[in-house]
């Protein structure tokens, strides 16, 4: 008979709802728990809190997650992978111990895999960036943090090593799936269809939430019932890549091929060479079969040899941004936005803000795709002003939230509910990595 | 007929690329999809929003196409000074699109 494993998702996010974990470790059935936390920014952002607090720069809810999730898991012998570990795995595996111990789960096995920040290796060579003509290098001082995208291996080698709980910090997303897949069925790591259906699964799952009816519904068309309960996916899994997806019994939401198809495509470019650290990916043949309520199979993800190269994001401090918004209602307020906005521009340029990009937008009109997409919108019944811009310097950015403030007094009549804002922006952007140059590796704590 | 009427669609971020998928509801609208949501269309609907090029990609076995745009989410999802940043709302945009109704459709 063939061998099946059954992973649970149990994050989408970082800030993602905790409950449907606790559903999927009592009611589902499942010998792997996968918590996706760590986005685009967010190991950038976690390694500015690192250079404050070397004992940070792990995932704010991880002892949330842990004191609720690990006593169940423990209980079941279902062992959990996260990326929870961000900037800092090590510290992330440590407090997870000191939780279990408090927990009395002493014996659990917490590994921590880290060679993910590959700063040194970045700032010794001189990568180009992909998003913009530049190098590494370019970035000068502004450049604080690099972190590779790892693959499956050393989580997989971690769980072969006994571990109850893998937490790696900057991974593949896939790669969190694809580790107890290739530790629960020895897949080689030269099976590039195996590692390409798997990736599939993998896929389909890190996004959560997702999968089961969120960022779907869509009253009349997409309609899914029990958004407010909406349960996580369960991949079911065999030996030979083959992959059911489904959800506990009773929870909200849907799974179905049309938010298979969906997720399928998220975030995807070329489908036929989706690039992992572990596999060049190929979604192209893939079929989508329900083949009863909120269960779904999936076939025919395939692969080919991965490259030689890892993506690192690199996080450097990009600029300030300010802003300012204010509303207006009734009979003409689409012309007195329209006022509104014309005089912060008028009165940016007479007060000399420094401000390299400007943004003017009406909220409720043409905010989200601009005036040529938003031409033929009927007039609202209220609109919101709100003007962005970026600067070099703090002081700078605040001066353009102030020049939407100013439109109490000074602006059209009716103005009400001003907000303004000025943060600086911590940005990533990409490199290619040799491969050889990331030297991951799997470190126990104590539990 | 808007779009809506035959496909569903989901926006994903990298970077500056957005990439929006159109699927069909019923598979047998697939070559009418083929037919009229092109590249260049695409692209023409999405003025001053996609400043790059657009590239398609077509999945036959699921009934959808992938459209690439590059240049499109305002310098970056980390540094965009726009609302939605991640472009997470251009999916509802697109199926805004007008398309000729197909033969079987009442």
Redo the contacts between chains.
Sequence with gaps: MMRTIRIGSGAGYSGDRIEPAVELAEKGEIQYLVFECLGERTVALAQQARMKNPDSGYDPLLEERMRTVLPLCAAKGIRMVTNMGAANPEAAARKTAEIARSLGLSTLKIAAVVGDDVLEACKAADFPILEFDGTVRQLGNRLFSANAYLGAEPMAEALRAGADVVITGRASDPALFLAPMIHAFDWAMDDWNLLGQGTVAGHLLECAGQVTGGYFADPGYKDVADLARLGFPIGEVGEDGSLLLTKVAGSGGAITAQTCKEQLLYEVHDPTQYLQPDVVADFSQVTVEEIAPDRVRLSGGRGTRRTGTLKVSVGYVDSFIGEGQISYAGPGALARGRLALDIVRERLKLTGVAASELRFDLIGVDSLHGPQVSAHANEPYEVRVRVAGRTETLKEAIRIGNEVETLYTNGPAGGGGAWKSARDVVAVASVLLPRELAKPRVQFVEG | MKL?ELA???T??????S?I?V?A?DPKHYLLLLQQVTAARVKA?????AEGEVVR?E?P??A?L?F?MSYAL??????S????AHG???SS?LLDLEIEAPSDHS
Aim: cysteine-free; hydrophobic content about 40%.
């Design positions: 809506r569903h669609s989901r994903g971020d990298k970077g500056n690329t990439n998928s699927i509801f609907h999405f003025a001053g929003v990609y999945l076995n699921i959808a992938n690439v305002g310098g970056g999802v980390t540094r000074l726009a609302l939605d997470k709302s251009l945009a």
